[in-house]
């Protein structure tokens, strides 16, 4: 059994700057993590980070901005918070090094983005990500931070008394991808979880095959409710044959859409008629599938990007990696033609409901980065909006976790006397099935500590052991894509009733022939087979919180479309979705938006660009 | 198959090295590992006959301490239907999904960021995720990077290329922090920028280290991407001279950028296209310069 003060699980942005935080603060911090650190996803990240830095700019302008952009369903006291936070974190970026793109004077420069009313993404040429994910590596590095890579989580170490609030997190359940060795890792003071998004649900989305859900999904069956788990981004520039990501840079420096009639269809279609292709992301996904659905796409299938008038100089000086990118996985040749786009996954704006100092109901259980939703992004994130809230929110849960007080949250969790319970006329029964394993790992409340991340051992080690020696039954590949499809046709950026209850129906499906799936590969070394089936089980619980909040939310709000409600309600849906696992099945439920900030009240407006 | 029957047939197998466990555990393990030898050479024959006209024929280096079988190192054939745009990532991914879920490697990007899927691709240094089949020579060959210990499959042990890594002290070293109310970033020239910015795109794939002699023949060797890594700090102004010094003083030990032998391999293979050979030359001249300046 390994002992730290702080466990991190996770080291994409999220995980890195919450150890370096909880080590700065006096707690001997453990990182754990599935891929080296420098392969987490954050690297991918090309167009920027949002901070108010400039005169002429401030933090009310950004708080103010995030909340029309989230259609109202951010909560107001995150969202002042990641403003008010991001231009101190970022120029901490800068003195620890990190290769800002720089103006003449040698300040870093600052690019306009979707959605924002002042040029405040500060970046570093088109590999943001990169740039930010080593930085933060070195100083954890510098910092003496333990990292234990290629470890896979796979379970929280938590006691199982009746009322999810009334429980406490111990620690975790790892296990090494290299030797096969299970084995516990005891937090004394919290665990914080920045496992990141779970594209993966998708079969056309622009994260990493590592982003599977799994910090969701252990939260989930811990007992942590997840929230607003419905708003899925779909970006609207994505490469048609792999889903890599062209960067809302490439719109910001004058990039231009143009349907096959050659139309620059955000003006000429009057999708958005002040801001055209720089309106908020759920805008021009929208946009391009409509053009695509009236037969104005090109091969029926994508929109063109065209940056080839910003000029050759201009695009290597800022935005170089997108010409690689186009030519290495699409073989199209940016400078000289257009680039084939359309919208794919992106972004979960739902996940582990926390406050704004990362914490969750669950005592000593903590979340920060893609996997957890303090609220800032609502219904839609602005680009440029998560790589701020990395590091934002890390920061605090980190100093949180290891101990400094932060101050009472103003974001209640858990359940309260404000929640409402909700229903969701669903197709299937959405009754308990027999997953063969615990899913709250103590066997009594009584028990604490090591104890419980003793038992949380054991029973992992047997579910282990179980897919391993099982001999036959389904392959998680076979239910992975069957899940995949069924989300992309049904969950997509257009969803209907019909759709969304087919999906369901496929989840539970999916569900159902898990409890016959098995491992082929009966190796201890590096067995990938063995990780991917257990991350599929969490593909599969995080695509049915995914579904019920859709199906639930009769409305359309922010990048959450629905065929037969072509109306924001407000007096109805200023709430959030939360879906809890109650020994087996989801359970739904509800909590009012927080709009009043430090200084006023966010007073919902139509949202137009 | 019952597990019953099986485990009549295999009483007298043989006991392997394995993780503890109960030993009722270790037979069971160690006859599905027996089957999987077998269901193995099954699914080498049903890939040969599904090999149809629009397939790409790959040869995969294979490789398992554990499993019988795989213990000899060999090579499995996999036919992989083609599909335009397909890159070697995306071959292997099909082969492992659709043909034998043993088969393992690392990937997670399939955009050249993460640098897991850096493999001796027909002779070469190259991550798959970034190597379109089209342009490759039939069957196409991919094996593990060379001059590292093979964990499995295509996995390489990286501990050696993450120390190297690490001691050139790759991290900004000043402590002296802007707090909220003195919120001014440190000034750089753009110019300095673009003078770093290539070796700041190093991704850790450790191509560069796998395909350079010099690295094979001399374990304490930096080796290229690590020097590279000094280089972005040592070029960075706004770290001052002190630091710089202390860099190159690190840089110029026995087994630093002396050892280089100017061979272009590694800048030969770097898909970030870091100009490295340039680089650590461009460090040995600074470092004769330090020389002179303190000597
Ligand atoms: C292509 C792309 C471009 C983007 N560009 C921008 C941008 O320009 N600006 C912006 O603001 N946002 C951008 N985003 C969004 C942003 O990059 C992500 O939301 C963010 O990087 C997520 O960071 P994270 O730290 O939460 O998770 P990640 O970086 O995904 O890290 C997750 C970590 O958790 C670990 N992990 C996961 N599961 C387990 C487990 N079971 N056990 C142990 N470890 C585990 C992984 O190893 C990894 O270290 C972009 C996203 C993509 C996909
Ligand atoms: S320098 Fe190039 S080849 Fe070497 S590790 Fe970095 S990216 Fe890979
Ligand atoms: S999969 Fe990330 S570099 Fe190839």
Known sequence: ?609 | MSTQETSAETEDAQPETEPAGSSHQDRRMQEKRERQAERDRQTEADAEAEAAENTVQIKVFRYDPEVEGKQEPRFDDFHVPFEKGMTVLDALIYARDHFDSSLTFRHSCRQAVCGSDAFFINGSQRLGCKTQLVELEEPVRIEPLPHQDVVKDLVVDMQHFYEQMEAVEPYFQEEDLPDAENLEEQRQDPENREKIKMSSRCIWCGACMSSCNIAAGDNEYLGPAAINKAYKFAMDDREGEDLKQHRLNILEQEHGVWRCQTQFSCTNVCPKDIPLTEHIQELKREAVKNNLKFW
Request: a negative charge.
């Open chain 1, 1 to 609: 059994m390994h002992e730290h003060d702080v466990i991190v699980v996770g080291a994409g942005g999220a995980g890195l700057r919450a150890a370096i935080a909880a080590q700065k603060a006096g707690a001997d911090t453990a990182i754990v993590t599935k891929l080296h650190p420098v392969r987490s996803h954050t690297g991918a990240a090309e167009g920027g980070i949002n901070a108010a830095l400039r005169e002429g700019d401030d933090w009310e302008l950004h708080a103010y901005d995030t909340m029309k952009g989230s259609d109202y369903l951010g909560d107001a006291p995150a969202i002042e918070t990641l403003a008010q936070d991001a231009p101190e974190d970022v120029i901490r970026l800068e003195h620890w090094g990190m290769p800002f793109s720089r103006e003449e004077d040698g300040r870093v420069s600052q690019r306009p983005f979707g959605g924002l009313s002042f040029p405040r993404t500060t970046y570093a040429g088109a590999e943001t990500g990169h740039h930010l994910l080593h930085t933060m590596y070195e100083q954890v590095v510098k910092h003496g931070v333990q990292v234990y890579d290629e470890w896979f989580v796979s379970q929280l170490a938590v006691t199982d008394h009746d009322d999810p609030e009334d429980r406490r997190c111990h620690g975790v359940v790892g296990y090494d991808v290299k030797s096969g060795e299970v084995a516990g890792f005891k937090a004394n003071k919290g665990v914080i979880l920045a496992t990141g998004g779970p594209g993966q649900v998708f079969d056309h989305t622009t994260n990493a095959v590592s982003c599977t859900g799994d910090g969701q999904a252990m939260a989930y069956r811990a007992g942590a409710p997840l929230e607003d788990m419905e708003f899925v981004q779909f970006h609207p520039t994505t490469l048609p044959s792999t889903g890599v990501l062209i960067s809302e840079g490439v719109r910001g420096e004058g990039g231009i859409l143009y349907n096959d009639e050659g139309e620059r269809f955000m003006f000429e279609h009057g999708y958005a008629n002040n801001e055209g292709e720089l309106a908020s992301r759920d805008v021009v996904a929208r946009a391009e599938l409509t053009e695509v659905g009236e037969g104005r796409g090109v091969d029926d299938e994508y929109v063109h990007l065209d940056m080839r008038h910003l000029g050759e100089e201009r695009i290597m000086d800022r935005l170089e990696n997108i010409l690689h990118l186009a030519e290495d996985f699409e073989g199209v040749d940016g400078l000289v033609e257009p680039m084939p786009v359309k919208p794919g996954q992106h972004y979960e704006m739902g996940g582990i409901e926390t406050d704004e100092n990362g914490e969750t109901c669950i005592d000593g259980l903590y979340a920060a980065g893609e996997c957890a939703c303090a609220s800032v992004h609502g219904a839609n994130r602005l680009g440029g909006n998560a790589l701020p809230e990395l590091i934002v929110f890390g920061k605090r849960a980190g100093k949180h976790a290891a101990g400094e007080d932060l101050g009472e949250a103003e974001i209640t969790t858990g359940r309260t006397d404000e929640t409402e319970p909700g229903e969701v006329d669903s197709p299937v029964s959405l009754g308990a099935v027999d997953t063969s394993d615990e899913d709250v790992a103590a066997d009594g409340a009584a028990i604490e500590g090591e104890s419980v991340v003793e038992h949380a051992v054991e029973s992992e080690r047997e579910r282990v052991n179980h897919l391993l020696e099982k001999d036959e039954g389904v392959q998680h590949a076979e239910i992975r894509e069957r899940l995949q499809k069924a989300m992309t046709e049904n969950v997509n950026v257009f969803r209907n009733e019909e759709g969304l209850k087919t999906a369901l129906r496929e989840i539970r499906k999916a569900r159902e022939d898990y409890q016959d799936v098995y491992v082929d590969d009966p190796s201890r070394t590096f067995n990938t087979d063995l990780q991917q089936t257990i991350e599929t089980r969490n593909l599969i619980d995080i695509a049915e919180t995914i579904t019920l909040g859709a199906l639930a939310r009769d409305e359309f709000r922010g990048a959450h479309w629905r065929q037969e409600h072509q109306e924001r309600k407000d007096d109805e849906w200023l709430k959030h979705t939360l879906i809890s696992w109650d020994e087996g099945s989801p359970d739904l439920w509800y909590k009012p938006v927080v709009l009043e900030g430090e200084n006023k009240t966010y007073e919902p407006k139509e949202r137009s660009y």
